[in-house]
């Protein structure tokens, strides 16, 4: 039988406290289903690192791996080097312009992280 990688997919999730229980009652369940998450962007509701440190909470010591890129909500506030600074802190890996391989269920998995939005590279930037 072919090894299986069961992946929990999620973008557009933006953490706030209002919705802190919601928030970590779905990355409990998720963490019994799923063997990987990736988030894809827009993890917080406006880049503040309080709405950061709602998802830190919900992913802290989870014995599944957490992948994330950010998006533009995530930059609305100018503090993304905070925000990643939880999340890591968390156990959850930013990728901004990175690869990860790690294995799971014996099997190689390879993930890319760019960004969650389009635009806001040098030379190529839009608005939101």
Same mark, same amino acid.
């Given at each position: 039988?072919?090894?299986?990688?069961?992946?929990?997919?999620?973008?557009?999730?933006?953490?706030?406290?209002?919705?802190?229980?919601?928030?970590?009652?779905?990355? +409990?369940?998720?963490?019994? @289903?799923?063997?990987? *998450?990736?988030?894809?962007?827009?993890?917080?509701?406006?880049?503040?690192?309080? @709405?950061?440190?709602?998802? +830190?909470?919900?992913?802290?010591?989870?014995?599944?791996? *957490?992948?994330?890129?950010?998006?533009?909500?995530?930059?609305?506030?100018?503090?993304?080097?905070?925000?990643?600074?939880?999340? +890591?802190?968390?156990?959850v890996r930013v990728?901004?312009?990175q690869f990860d391989?790690?294995? *799971?269920?014996?099997?190689?998995?390879?993930?890319?992280?760019?960004?969650?939005?389009?635009?806001?590279?040098?030379? +190529?930037?839009?608005?939101d």
């Amino acid at each position: 039988m072919a090894a299986t990688v069961r992946i929990a997919a999620a973008g557009d999730i933006h953490c706030s406290e209002p919705l802190r229980e919601r928030i970590t009652h779905a990355f +409990a369940v998720v963490a019994e @289903q799923a063997d990987l *998450v990736l988030l894809a962007g827009d993890l917080t509701t406006h880049g503040e690192p309080a @709405q950061a440190a709602v998802l +830190a909470d919900a992913c802290r010591g989870l014995s599944l791996p *957490v992948y994330a890129v950010l998006g533009n909500h995530d930059h609305h506030a100018n503090r993304c080097g905070e925000v990643i600074a939880l999340l +890591a802190d968390a156990g959850v890996r930013v990728l901004t312009r990175q690869f990860d391989i790690l294995e *799971v269920n014996g099997l190689e998995v390879g993930i890319v992280g760019l960004k969650g939005f389009v635009g806001g590279f040098p030379g +190529a930037e839009l608005p939101d």
